[in-house]
T-cell receptor, first 114, second 116 residues
Framework: AQSVTQLGSHVSVSEGALVLLRCNYS??????LFWYVQYPNQGLQLLLK??????LVKGINGFEAEFKKSETSFHLTKPSAHMSDAAEYFCAVSSRRAGNMLTFGGGTRLMVKP | GAVVSQHPSRVICKSGTSVKIECRSL??????MFWYRQFPKQSLMLMAT?????????EQGVEKDKFLINHASLTLSTLTVTSAHPEDSSFYICSARRPQVNYEQYFGPGTRLTVT
């Protein structure tokens, strides 16, 4: 079975500060990993994905994530937070063994203070 | 590319009535579509998986007679909430998968259902 744990349901940063959202996964086979962002009353927008190519993945809006197999982690970072980054972020895992079904983490609400 | 739409974006219905939500893949053919439910401040919960031309596969605990799913074409899946009750009020999100990129899902904008 696969699973995702997002540490911290709420993260607050100041504008211009580093953003770090944590995601740890569990999968018995090589995973595909995703980060999505959700703004209020909207669907999910893909930020970035890991599909067994480069371990450092760059996404949209200045976000990036690094796949660390030894730590089973896929943390999301952004060097400098903008007010527009305030949203809900979801980490998700899938794998061929799981029929490429997505399993979501509980989500992390990012708040950006002026 | 890979755009998924949902209609309506918001719907209010009275208790006991049925409401249909459409999910369309606009620029690709989706052999598989998914329906999720999201409660306030919670993550997405998979309700069912639908494959074109076959019956949907429902997750444990999801009432198939209450949440009717039809995937009649490669670009359209519908979710009908039958005999709606206030506890069915939620945010419903669909996603679609392309056969060529079957590890990735493309999400619709969601439908806010309020049952009064």
């Amino acid at each position: 079975a696969q699973s995702v744990t997002q540490l911290g349901s709420h993260v607050s940063v100041s504008e211009g500060a580093l953003v770090l959202l944590r995601c740890n996964y569990s999968s018995s086979v090589p995973p595909y990993l995703f980060w999505y962002v959700q703004y209020p009353n909207q669907g999910l927008q893909l930020l970035l994905k890991y599909t067994s190519a480069a371990t450092l993945v760059k996404g949209i809006n200045g976000f990036e994530a690094e796949f660390k197999k030894s730590e089973t982690s896929f943390h999301l970072t952004k060097p400098s937070a903008h007010m527009s980054d305030a949203a809900e972020y979801f980490c998700a895992v899938s794998s061929r063994r799981a029929g490429n079904m997505l399993t979501f983490g509980g989500g992390t609400r990012l708040m950006v203070k002026p | 590319g890979a755009v998924v739409s949902q209609h309506p974006s918001r719907v209010i219905c009275k208790s006991g009535t049925s409401v249909k939500i459409e999910c369309r893949s606009l620029d690709f053919q989706a052999t598989t579509m998914f329906w999720y439910r999201q409660f306030p401040k919670q993550s997405l919960m998979l309700m069912a998986t639908s494959n074109e031309g076959s019956k949907a596969t429902y997750e444990q605990g999801v009432e198939k007679d209450k949440f009717l799913i039809n995937h009649a074409s490669l670009t359209l899946s519908t979710l009908t909430v039958t005999s709606a009750h206030p506890e069915d009020s939620s945010f419903y999100i669909c996603s679609a998968r392309r056969p060529q990129v079957n590890y990735e899902q493309y999400f619709g904008p969601g439908t806010r259902l309020t049952v009064t």
